[in-house]
């Protein structure tokens, strides 16, 4: 089974720009979390989705949004750009809708505003 | 005070020492989870447990839900054990609440 993709692995954007990250979990997994993860912060819980309906939301602005695909597929966008924005964005899949199955990370999209 | 505390923050040992990672929380859980987590940025899960000790291959994990603790053991430990071991709990509202990690270097 092929894992957790994410695209793009780097992306560089300046102040005020949007960006779409995309995940595309494991073959029959329907859930799939976003976190960001900054060397100051750690992980940081964005939102999970499941099933096309988003279940949670971390405690992001709402330049953070996101959307999941019939086919489980994710995004999420960040709209207006700071350079704050800068992190590793990392999306995971697991087989039920909690994050209390186990989860499979993808590598991760390496963001860089400047 | 965090929900997750995990000890300690960093580690440094020699090829071959046994390794322990801590973590303690304050919340109800149904599930902890350990992950591991290399430089490249790559996070892999080692294990979810909600009781007693599970093993898998050089790695042992224990939790204690009375004491609300749990412990990650490396045994035999190799200088391609280093990365960043994460310690996560299940909270309300099926979130995962995170430890800030455990940076862990072992020297050949």
């Known amino acids: 089974k092929a894992g957790v993709t994410q695209t793009p692995r780097y992306l560089i954007k300046t102040r005020g720009q949007q960006v779409t990250l995309s995940c595309s979990p494991i073959s029959g997994h329907r859930s799939v979390s976003w976190y960001q993860q900054t060397p100051g912060q750690g992980l940081q819980f964005l939102f999970e989705y499941f099933s096309e309906t988003q279940r949670n939301k971390g405690n992001f602005p709402g330049r953070f949004s996101g959307r999941q695909f019939s086919n489980s597929r994710s995004e999420m966008n960040v709209s207006t750009l700071e350079l704050g924005d800068s992190a590793l964005y990392l999306c995971?899949?697991?087989?039920?809708?909690?994050?209390?199955?186990?989860?499979?990370f993808g590598p991760g999209t390496r963001l860089t505003v400047t | 005070k965090n929900e997750v505390e995990q000890s300690p923050q960093n580690l440094t040992a020699q090829e071959g020492e046994f390794i322990t990672i801590n973590c303690s929380y304050s919340v109800g859980i149904s599930a902890l989870h350990w992950l591991q987590q290399h430089p490249g940025g790559g996070i892999v899960s080692l294990f979810m447990l909600s009781s007693g000790k599970k093993k898998h291959g050089r790695l042992i994990a224990t939790i204690n839900i009375q004491e609300k603790h749990s412990s990650l053991h490396i045994t035999a430990s190799h200088p391609r054990d280093s990365a960043v071991y994460i310690c996560?709990?299940?909270?309300?509202?099926?979130?995962?609440?995170w430890g800030a990690g455990t940076k862990l270097i072992i020297k050949p």
């Open positions: 995971a899949s697991s087989t039920a809708g909690t994050s209390a199955y186990e989860q499979y």
């Open positions: 996560a709990v299940k909270g309300g509202n099926y979130q995962l609440i």
